[in-house]
């Protein structure tokens, strides 16, 4: 979905090293999410948030932080990335209402390799 | 803790029903049964949810059983690039933690 973009698509780094995922959307919506994905797996959910400075835990939050300072951004860092961050990282929003679908419209996804 | 749980592949001749099973036995009364699908290493994509009515839409039908412990999604028509892994998930619909196990590998032959 065009809407929702992420930088870089595809990154490689080295264990040890601080890296930040971007991720910007134009649909308006108030909530943003980070998921990894393992080869094979599901989606597990990072972190989310449901406005500007709000930031709540998932599933996976160990080893990343996030940052919401503006509506249409949400990055994820890693602060010292190690191997087993390898992964395709994913972003996504959901607009704020609590009837209706509540879907969540993702990004094209973030390739990252950890030597 | 998985909440649902789906066969890990299946094929689909082109232009036949796809009907992809969903078993979710512990569901709660305010929890919907959501479905997505991901291609080939893209986002996952919305399909259809519901909560105990039948559903669909121009994507596909759902059919939830009456006791809501199962789901079975349907794609009329399946077409090549029906080709996909999908999801079944269960969660209240104002709960933003969703859950994805590693859903069915749909598999459309020409």
């Known amino acids: 979905d065009a809407d929702v973009t992420q930088t870089p698509r595809n990154r490689i780094t080295k264990t040890g090293k601080r890296i930040m995922l971007e991720c910007s959307q134009t649909k308006g919506h108030d909530r943003m999410y980070w998921y990894r994905q393992d080869p094979g797996l599901g989606l597990q959910l990072i972190y989310y948030?449901?406005?500007?400075?709000?930031?709540n835990k998932g599933e996976i939050s160990d080893g990343y932080s996030v940052s919401r300072q503006a509506q249409a951004k949400f990055s994820l860092s890693l602060e010292s990335a190690i191997p087993n961050q390898t992964a395709l990282y994913f972003c996504a929003t959901s607009p704020a209402e609590r009837t209706g679908t509540n879907e969540q419209f993702f990004g094209p996804g973030t390739r990252l390799t950890v030597l | 803790d998985a909440k649902t749980t789906q066969p890990t592949s299946m094929d689909c001749a082109e232009g036949r029903a796809a009907n992809l099973p969903c078993n979710h036995s512990t569901i709660s009364g305010n929890e919907y049964v959501y479905w997505y699908r991901q291609i080939h290493s893209q986002g996952p994509q919305y399909i259809i949810h519901?909560?105990?009515n039948n559903e669909t839409n121009e994507m596909a039908s759902l059919i939830i059983t009456e006791d809501r412990k199962s789901s079975t999604l349907i794609l009329p028509h399946a077409t090549l690039r029906d080709t996909a892994v999908y999801y079944c998930i269960v969660r209240a619909i104002d709960n933003n933690d969703m859950r994805f196990g590693a859903g069915t590998r749909l598999t459309v032959k020409p």
């Open positions: 519901g909560l105990k």
């Open positions: 948030s449901f406005d500007v400075k709000d930031i």
